[in-house]
């Protein structure tokens, strides 16, 4: 049984010999034209950056260094007594590109289990915060704040040399990754049980494990086994999503990974990115309302062009990349297939009838790229069904606190081999519009 840092050791240098045979034979090679369409339009399409644990193709959606989510669901070993993957052996292929043993992936939960007590200035901190200040707004404080562990930093301030940043890096990013779940626990019971004792962590118990027994849930078998789920699937996504790129760029200035992952976070707040999974909850609820005892294909569909004409996006569908159904969606509407008591759940059953309807209705009307839901259109709605309903106002959206954890798994493990490869600071060229014009003259 190897640890972590052992199965790195053997990869890292791998990987520094393919990026520098890239780099001097490969240099010039074109991977595609800047337009001005690129520039003025997101970036959306351009390939420009170095992202190592996953690519998201458009039509087959996510693979994590080549493996689909169904095959994950194959060979990354569970908890005990579970059947989902979970958030430490996803962590160990995104890390390593390696499938890690049971005996590995328990070794793992343990050492996070051990590592996940917050020191008691955070707790402090949190506990301070007014409980209107909104969820994702905490957990960016206290990530940032978390720093003050950060032994990336203290190295660097030593002065070590560059070869070494990434071991540091590891450190901090299974440090982060261990105490987020106490972290976000906190929040959780500040906002919605104030005062409720909090348990502490068990450490025979994988992180989701714990996450879901400190949220209150434990005796929950299926919520847990869903929230492993989630949270292994959202951990990676490609460089190029926001909350992605955000926490590359940040951390490409040798921020410390506390606060290059809490940059991240505050671009996974925003309603068009981490919030959505909320919007398609509080949307298919205002649905239900509208439409009370006639739900069928038809009324579905006028509420959809009713959404449209308004001029507001349907939550749930559409994407920056993907042109097909997210497989993400797909396995979580399989895992409600294979439980009777969500699959009667009407709000599931909604989600359920307009993906049924709003592909078509979305092609009508003929603006978004991709009329196919995004993970965001079921996730949201499931955690309603187990008693998360902590959703509504904005100061109490909770939910995307719980991507917040799930998405440390890919950018931590980037911001490794970030330093690992030695990638640079990040900076692309900008133009004004008159700029532009001139080149184009030219
Ligand atoms: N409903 C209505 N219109 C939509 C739409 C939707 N679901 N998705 C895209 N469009 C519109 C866009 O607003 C844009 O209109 P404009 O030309 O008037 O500005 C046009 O279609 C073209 O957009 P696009 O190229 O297809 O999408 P994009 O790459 O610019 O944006 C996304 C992608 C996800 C932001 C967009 O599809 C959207 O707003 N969807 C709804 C919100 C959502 O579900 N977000 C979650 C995404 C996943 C995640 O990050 N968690």
């Known amino acids: 049984t190897k640890t972590v840092r052992e199965v790195l050791e053997e990869v890292v240098p791998k990987k520094q010999l393919q990026l520098k045979q890239l780099k001097t034979e490969h240099g010039q090679a074109v991977l595609g034209d800047v ?110 704040a978390l720093n003050h562990e950060s032994k990336f930093q203290q190295a660097y301030e030593r002065g070590i040399k560059k070869s070494e940043y990434w071991t540091y890096a590891l450190e901090d990013s299974l440090d982060l990754l261990a105490k987020l779940p106490a972290l976000a626990a906190r929040i959780y019971r500040n906002i919605y049980n104030p005062g409720k004792p909090l348990p502490k962590i068990n450490k025979d118990l994988d992180l989701v494990g714990n996450y879901v027994n400190m949220l209150g849930y434990g005796d929950n078998h299926d919520l847990t086994e869903y929230l492993r789920l989630y949270i292994a699937i959202h951990g990676d996504h490609e460089g190029g999503n926001a909350s992605a790129h955000t926490s590359h760029l940040v951390g490409s200035t040798l921020a410390d990974p506390y606060l290059a992952y809490a940059a991240g976070l505050y671009a996974l707040a925003g309603p068009l990115h981490g919030l959505a999974n909320q919007e398609v909850l509080r949307w298919q609820m205002n649905m239900q ?46 895992f409600c297939d294979t439980r009777p008591a969500l699959l009667q759940d009407p709000i599931v059953q909604l989600v359920k009838k307009t993906y049924e309807v709003a592909p078509a209705v979305l092609k009508e009307h003929g603006k978004t790229k991709n009329p196919y839901p995004n993970v965001d259109a079921a996730s949201g709605c499931v955690l309603y069904h187990y008693g998360l309903t902590q959703f509504k106002a904005s100061h109490t959206a909770y939910y995307t606190v719980i991507f917040g954890v799930s998405r440390a798994l890919g950018c931590l493990t980037q911001y490794v081999w970030s330093r690992a490869l030695g990638l640079p600071i990040e900076r692309p060229k900008s133009l004004s519009m008159d700029a532009i014009e001139k080149l184009i003259k030219q």
């Open 35 to 144: 337009k001005v369409e690129h520039v003025v339009g997101g970036m959306r399409g351009l390939k420009a950056m170095l992202w190592e644990a996953s690519v998201l193709d458009p039509i087959e959606g996510i693979r994590f260094h080549g493996l689909s989510i169904a095959d994950c669901q194959k060979v990354l070993p569970a908890a005990p007594g579970g059947k989902e993957i979970i958030a430490e052996s996803m962590l160990w292929l995104l890390l390593t590109g390696k499938i890690p043993t049971e005996a590995e992936t328990r070794q793992l939960s343990r050492e996070l289990a051990e590592k996940g007590e917050l020191p008691e200035y955070i707790e402090k901190l949190i506990d301070s915060l007014p409980s209107t200040l909104h969820p994702m707004t905490q957990l960016g404080m206290g990530v940032a």
């Open 289 to 334: 309302k509208e439409l009370g005892g006639n739900i069928t294909h038809e009324s579905i569909k006028e509420f959809l062009w009713k959404t449209l004409k308004s001029g507001q996006v349907v939550p749930g569908y559409g994407h920056g990349v993907l042109r097909n159904p997210d497989p993400r969606f797909m396995a979580l509407q399989q």
